[in-house]
Nanobody, 120 residues
Framework: VQLQASGGGLVQPGGSLRLSCAAS????????MGWYRQAPGKQRELVAV???????NYADSVKGRFTISRDNAKNSVTLQLNSLKPEDTAVYYC???????????????WGQGTQVTVSS
């Protein structure tokens, strides 16, 4: 199983970006998908998660600015980042809690990370 993330880049404060992440390989089911971020010198932190049923949870720092969505048919998750601030600068990682078969345990897989830089 691989998670491929894309969409990062350099944007000015107040700008927008859209991050995408797709899971591929032998997948039976995906429970929760999400995005985390890690800024230099800081621990990795949760940004947003979404269940297979569409329930979402956001970090307080991004509520009202970021929107997470997923396409279950495509095993993909998207994060829309609006009203970006310099403090949003970080490497963003997607993840997925999934089962590779009915009998296999649920395991968390991570994407490779994509850099988001907010600067004027």
């Amino acid at each position: 199983v691989q998670l491929q993330a894309s969409g990062g880049g350099l944007v000015q404060p107040g700008g927008s970006l859209r991050l995408s992440c797709a899971a591929s390989g032998t997948i039976f089911s995906i429970d929760v998908m999400g995005w985390y971020r890690q800024a230099p010198g800081k621990q990795r932190e949760l940004v947003a998660v979404i269940t297979s049923g569409g329930s979402t949870n956001y970090a307080d720092s991004v509520k009202g600015r970021f929107t997470i969505s997923r396409d279950n048919a495509k095993n993909s998750v998207t994060l829309q980042l609006n009203s970006l601030k310099p403090e949003d600068t970080a490497v963003y990682y997607c993840n997925a809690d999934l089962r590779r078969s009915l009998e296999s345990p649920r395991y968390r897989y991570w994407g490779q990370g994509t850099q988001v830089t907010v600067s004027s």
